[in-house]
């Protein structure tokens, strides 16, 4: 759990500001007297009322998820991802910026945000001793010099959540809808990224602050298109880049674009976890994956291709 410091969370009923009750991280309460208790797993569940009517991640998927990543196949992606957000979190002196992971899953490319922004913050007091960047503790808080940024992860899936919370246990770890408002105070996050995950537009821009970052990951086409035939992956849609490009709509301005290309070598279980952790994972039949991975040879070289697409909010 992360420490008892106010993070710029909405209650999800009533929109009034949310904070730790009583100095107690577990428990979140607003103005209003609505109060969220952590799960023990460490993550608040904000779906109330009716919840949500997209299906979430089962919790077989997560874990295909979790093992594919964890064997770092697409770490280079989450360094990427890292290089581009840690500035806009390091922008405002004597503060933490804030990065909220929309559709963070299992924490595995927020992680490596919050490590990169520590890494760098070392560096600039290594470098520059004397004129070393202010304390950035918070209320309530020991120094945070060399600390992260304070982080937001949500995601639909409570199996997501219960992974990501352990990754990322400074950060508040919030299990709802994207496409619902955002439990998120106006203006108030440095960073949102989006890793496959959806898009809510106007929600982003309202919870960016100006001159913030929307880092948003894609695939190109002809991604793992050495394997997605055989596992019944789901294709790349067509005219992806414009279709992103019209969900942003005038509310965002286009910064950066950077491709990557990856070069894997996967395992039998690498390449069925490869289809099963994404959203063909919620047609696809186990029976049929397992015999797949038992006829695979001991390696089968993939291409991942992937575009990341900075933007800014337009003022």
Known sequence: MPPATDFPLLCPVCRDALQFGGGDARTLVCGAGHSFDAAKQGYFNFLVGKGTVFEADSADMVAARFDFLSAGHYQPLADAIAQLAAPALLA???RRGVVLD?????GHYLRAVLDRVSRDLAAHDRAVPDLALPDLALPGEPSARGVSAAAIGLDISKFALRRAARMNPEALNVVG???QPLPVAENAVEVVTVVFAPRNAPEFARVLR????????????RHLEEVAGLTGML???PAKDERLAASLGQLFAPVET???DLALTLSPRDVANLAYMGPAGHHLDRAAL???EAALPACTA?????????FEPIP
């Open 92 to 94: 405002t002196p004597g």
């Open 102 to 106: 929309a559709g963070t899953g299992t």
């Open 177 to 179: 809808d994207v496409w």
């Open 210 to 221: 100006p001159g913030g970052r929307l880092v948003v990951v894609t695939p190109r086409p």
């Open 235 to 237: 294709g790349i849609e």
């Open 258 to 260: 950077r491709d990557l």
């Open 290 to 292: 397992a015999a797949l």
């Open 302 to 310: 993939v291409s991942a291709r992937f575009r990341i697409s900075v």
